[in-house]
């Protein structure tokens, strides 16, 4: 198994411009879900999904769109990068909720300049 | 509000030492604890998750306990190695949240030969 794959692993934005980071896993785990970290803070959840179709705001979910159109994907959209979201993302997953354990990708360092 | 609080921000240690790093929490209703190791440039790994009724797990090296009456934590390591340099983080999940997880901001360590 790869477990979580991430892409791009580095990527540098004009403010104004769009991306998607992409996000895949093979473990057929239902929940997703995006973080970013930034220096000197906790992770921070973006957007999560508990399965296909399903999505929902995390604590920081203004200027992200996510969809999840199947098991294994679960791309995050910044529709008009701005400096201030310039940070590491990652994308995680689990089997559920609860007390189950989450894999986490290698992450994205994302710069905006 | 619910915080999760970890000291001390950084500690160096020589290698064969042991250490310990605490958590405190003020996450309510509490439904379990973590911790990770994240290596720098790494996404986070599981070291322990640790439910209401559980005061000690172990893996490994990694000795983690948990008080839920004073919401305290700590995780232990014993005989400490070079590649144990890292990044720990205590993460608090909520009961009745769907993937509400609240992150510490880290201790980093540092192992010196």
């Known amino acids: 198994n790869a477990g979580v794959t991430q892409t791009p692993k580095f990527q540098v934005l004009k403010t104004g411009q769009s991306m998607t980071l992409q996000c895949a896993q093979d473990?057929?785990?239902?929940?997703m879900s995006w973080y970013r970290q930034d220096p000197g803070m906790g992770l921070r959840l973006i957007h999560y999904?508990?399965?296909?179709?399903?999505?929902d705001q995390g604590e920081v979910p203004n200027g992200y769109n996510v969809s999840r159109s199947t098991t294994e994907d679960f791309p995050l959209r910044l529709l008009s990068a701005a400096p201030s979201q310039t940070s590491v993302y990652f994308c995680?997953?689990?089997?559920?909720?609860?007390?189950?354990?989450?894999?986490f990708g290698p992450g994205t360092r994302l710069t905006v300049t | 509000k619910n915080q999760v609080e970890q000291s001390p921000q950084s500690l160096i240690i020589l290698e064969g030492k042991n250490c310990t790093l605490q958590?405190?929490?003020?996450?309510?209703?509490?439904?379990?604890l973590r911790w990770y190791k994240q290596d720098t440039g790494r996404g986070p790994v599981s070291l322990t998750i640790?439910?209401?009724s559980e005061n000690t797990k172990s893996n490994g090296r990694y000795t983690a306990t948990l008080d839920a009456d004073t919401k305290q934590s700590s995780l232990h390591i014993t005989a400490s190695q070079l590649s144990d340099s890292a990044s720990y983080i205590c993460?608090?999940?909520?009961?009745?949240?769907?993937?509400?997880?609240?992150w510490g901001a880290g201790t980093k360590l540092i192992i010196k030969p």
């Open positions: 993460v608090v999940s909520q009961m009745d949240s769907n993937y509400q997880l609240i």
């Open positions: 640790m439910t209401f």
């Open positions: 958590c405190n929490y003020t996450v309510s209703p509490f439904s379990n």
């Open positions: 473990m057929n785990h239902e929940y």
């Open positions: 995680a997953s689990s089997l559920a909720g609860g007390n189950y354990e989450q894999y």
């Open positions: 999904s508990v399965g296909a179709g399903i999505t």
